[in-house]
């Protein structure tokens, strides 16, 4: 598909990746299991299917293009990615954390199914992720797989994406009694960086490590996945400024009233933009070394930062 | 420590385990984190430090023995599972859940940082599960940690521990407008076979994988797993009906008013007392195969039936 425009590339990138989330959520039992309780699948796949641009499954995917694999070769370790980012979803929209109704212009898995239920859910849908890459069909080299169980581990844990989160609630005062907390520049980089950055530098990397990258290539893709994370939360940020709920499918202007730490509250918008247009030469120049072959990243790069939804 | 009694052998796995616990649970961030927050740091301590027996990390070190494995070979494996058990512990605790605020006599996570933290800190628990495993120190063959990551994703999730769970809110009626569902027998060694038993049954399971068990050793020791596991439950209902809350840490007695669907509840005590020693029996039969090697396990078998706390 190298000659598909990058709106066909996405669409059949995330084409693949529903097809391989809805087998991996079917009502049967897969070996060592006993059996799939119907209530906890649906609310899974409610949290997981039908949803968003799979903009992380697609990154898996071309960076592994990069090296001659096919979508087909990279498709579940897309998944087990996006198996986490809905994970995220579901737990961070829950009563207790940011408590929202309203996602992908439907309920959230707690209003549709319930607290407990979203809570187990989203469990379910991070352990899926880890079981998803122990199989053969993620690569068929047991020490590329166990690598991207790495990978993906670490950009989603602690020092990651649930990291970032925490930071993200201590700055909106939920653990000051409600005192919003003035972050410095470098602590706001730091929170985005764990929140929403780690796990689409990790699509990029995962995409490098199923391709065999060598420590130079693995490293300028990593720059790119720093720079196209960055970029990410940033047109996030003026898109929850200046969207609307209708194109984003959830509530929006919520950043301003929750007091959230965003970079264009930091630097105001005509800098934040700047910078993003910055972030997305500096992923491009990451390219460079990969020739027109990194063409599709490039371009994903400037539709990451221009995008309207 | 081939001659220390099973007491002896329990303290020095989990001491052991305790002190690689300590480890994974550093200040200081590993390469591929950005930084460790404090407060998440802390709810994870919480939740998982100076706790339990360490009844699954022992039973993956003694499985591994059986294979002429140190205990140090098996022990961050060990501590894998047992991060998966105390997120269990935490996302069960919480409100929307069994709502219990002590456990192992302290406030549980929730009760100590508040929802969101507990939630997180959960989250990062079960993270950090296959972050250990990714590593060469859980075993130098990437072939066997990622099929330890098949072994433990998989009695994990949905179709096992997760899945156990929310059948057991079921039955509880939390579903159904409270009213407390009638379970089959059948039902509620489903539910005890996934809620408690699978994680029970991956603990030896991950030593014999640790320990490369060809699969007639593997087939012995999984027998032994599920009649352990199933041990283990009806054990804990009737120490439920009949222990101290001093001696067990945590609120007893809650099984009878909350409806829990107990074998107990099901067949009474007597009967259950008599299916308790069958499968005592059952899971040291399994361990014919080893001969003399087997007695540890043997004598574990009757220790988690007879376990006053």
Do not use: W
Request: with cysteine; proline share 5%; hydrophobic share 50%.
């Amino acid at each position: 598909m190298t000659d598909l425009s990058l709106p066909a590339r996405l669409r059949a990138a995330a084409d693949l990746t529903e097809a391989r989330l809805v087998a991996a959520l079917a009502d049967a039992p897969l070996p060592g299991e006993r059996l799939r309780p119907p209530r906890l699948l649906d609310a899974m796949r409610h949290g997981s299917l039908d949803g968003g641009k799979r903009l992380r499954p697609f990154l898996v995917i071309e960076a592994a293009a990069l090296f001659g694999l096919a979508p087909e070769q990279a498709v579940t370790a897309g998944c087990a990615l996006e198996c986490v980012h809905c994970y995220s979803l579901i737990h961070d929209d829950l009563p207790s954390m940011d408590n929202d109704l309203l996602r992908r212009g439907r309920p959230t898995v707690h209003a549709a199914f319930g607290e407990a239920t979203a809570i187990l859910a989203g469990d379910s849908l991070l352990t899926l992720a880890f079981d998803l890459l122990s199989g053969p069909d993620a690569h068929p080299d047991p020490a590329r797989r166990i690598e991207l169980v790495r990978v993906l581990a670490r950009a989603s844990g602690l020092g990651g994406m649930a990291g970032g989160q925490i930071l993200d609630l201590a700055a909106e005062g939920r653990f000051a009694g409600g005192t919003r907390l003035a972050l410095t520049l470098g602590q706001i980089r730091d929170l985005q960086a764990m929140k929403t950055g780690a796990l689409l530098a990790a699509a990029v990397d995962m995409g490098a490590v199923l391709g065999g990258a060598g420590p130079e290539a693995r490293a300028a893709l990593a720059a790119y996945g720093r720079a196209v994370g960055a970029a990410f939360q940033i047109a996030d940020d003026i898109l929850d400024l200046e969207g609307s709920a209708e194109a984003m499918g959830k509530a929006v202007g919520k950043d301003d009233g929750a007091g959230k730490a965003t970079l264009v509250a930091a630097l105001g918008r005509a800098a934040a933009g700047a910078l993003l247009a910055d972030l997305v030469r500096d992923a491009q120049a990451a390219l460079i070394p990969f020739g027109a072959r990194g063409a599709v990243l490039a371009e994903a790069a400037r539709f990451v930062a221009e995008r309207q939804a």
